[in-house]
């Protein structure tokens, strides 16, 4: 494999997404960061092209979810239309977030939870509808504890995936999802640099297998036992 193929998918940031899809799963008394975003982001693409705004203003979708049931129901809709339309969204989920999972603001009990599990197996089952082509962007606290939920020999739920180590600040998560959600739509890539970011992706996932198939392609037996020392 080479280096430049590697150098690729380390500088990829987004997937070749057709539209920009918000999930609202924050409650009445919280402040709507999903929805103040979705309206800077209808700013910022009627500022760049007026005249072609009406017809990519359909790209931008944006829905209040309540509970567990609206988000699973909402979610299905989205896995169908990728699967007979080609939608692929570039997905913002917004929620309250702890290490077990996301929580509905507005909701107590069972509907207010959806684990880390779960959840991914909802992005599974659209990410395989887009053809492996989703990116994720989890705006909430704790939201990166998804990634250690991974199932190691399974494909990932994701091709991209941004979220939050900790307990992030309402102002920077707002900022920091602002500025990527512009980027990914005005410049087609994803700018995590000053952001709070943490940043999964495929390659980094399987990463340690594409270097080991890449030293036993290209090195000598001697070389592959030189590098497997110097590795321990």
């Not at 999930?23 to 979705?38: A, H, I, M, S």
Request: hydrophobic share 40%; proline share 3%.
């Amino acid at each position: 494999m080479p280096a430049n193929i590697i150098e690729h998918f380390r500088s990829s940031t987004v997937s070749n997404a057709n539209c920009i899809v918000t999930l609202e799963c924050l409650g009445g008394n919280d402040q709507k960061t999903g929805r103040k975003r979705t309206e800077d982001l209808c700013d910022a693409l009627m500022a760049e092209s007026p005249i072609e705004y009406c017809d990519k203003l359909g790209q931008i979708e944006y829905a209040q979810l309540n509970n567990k049931d609206q988000l699973i129901d909402y979610m299905q809709t989205l896995t169908i239309q990728a699967a007979t339309a080609n939608k692929i969204p570039l997905l913002f989920i917004d929620a309250h977030g702890s290490e077990s999972g996301l929580c509905f603001g507005s909701q107590t009990g069972i509907e207010s939870f959806i684990s880390w599990p779960e959840l991914i197996d909802l992005l599974g089952k659209l990410n395989h509808a887009c053809k492996g082509e989703l990116t994720v962007i989890c705006a909430a606290c704790h939201s990166y504890t998804l990634i250690e939920h991974l199932p190691n020999w399974k494909r990932l739920p994701f091709a991209f995936y941004y979220g939050y180590s900790g307990e992030v600040k309402t102002g920077s998560l707002a900022t920091d999802t602002v500025k990527a959600g512009k980027s990914a739509m005005l410049a087609g890539l994803i700018e995590i640099d000053k952001t709070a970011f943490s940043f999964h992706s495929e390659f980094i996932h399987y990463r340690d297998y594409i270097l080991a198939a890449v030293v036993l392609a290209t090195h000598t037996t001697v070389e592959r036992k030189l590098l497997y020392k110097k590795a321990c």
